[in-house]
């Protein structure tokens, strides 16, 4: 098998693999303050994540926080949640607590807590 050959079969299984993870049964959990519960794929393409990354990289982890939930949080037909239009919604009018639980949830890892990020 030629180098290229290999390449491109390797490339293939890698997006087989992706389709199978995106296609799959989403994850959820329930948000008792806000009366719902959150769909989500624990795996998303790079170029969603990509905003995620770029903000907190330029230090602002609590945009970030917020675009991952805004990003990722679908309802149970696999629509987002919200749009980047909410986005002065959450970072003005929602409780700072819950949204870290949910971005730690969505996220699949434990997050600071709400005095860790202000420091930032």
Do not use: C
């Not at 303050?33 to 393409?45: A, F, G, H, L, N």
């Not at 986005?87 to 890892?109: L, Q, S």
Request: aromatic share 6%; charged share 30%; hydrophobic share 35%.
């Amino acid at each position: 098998m030629t180098e290229e050959k290999k390449k491109v079969n390797v490339l293939k299984n890698a997006t087989a693999h992706y389709k199978s993870q995106i296609s799959g049964s989403m994850a959820s959990f329930d948000v008792p303050e806000w009366d719902t519960k959150i769909y989500y794929r624990t795996v998303q393409s790079l170029r969603a994540e990509s905003e995620v990354v770029e903000l907190t990289k330029s230090g602002k982890s609590t945009e970030a926080l917020v675009m991952s939930i805004i990003n990722k949080a679908r309802d149970e037909d696999g629509k987002l949640m919200f749009t980047k239009h909410d986005k002065a919604t959450f970072m003005n009018e929602v409780d700072p607590n819950v949204i870290i639980r949910v971005a730690a949830k969505i996220n699949g890892g434990d997050l600071p807590e709400v005095g860790e990020i202000e420091k930032n």
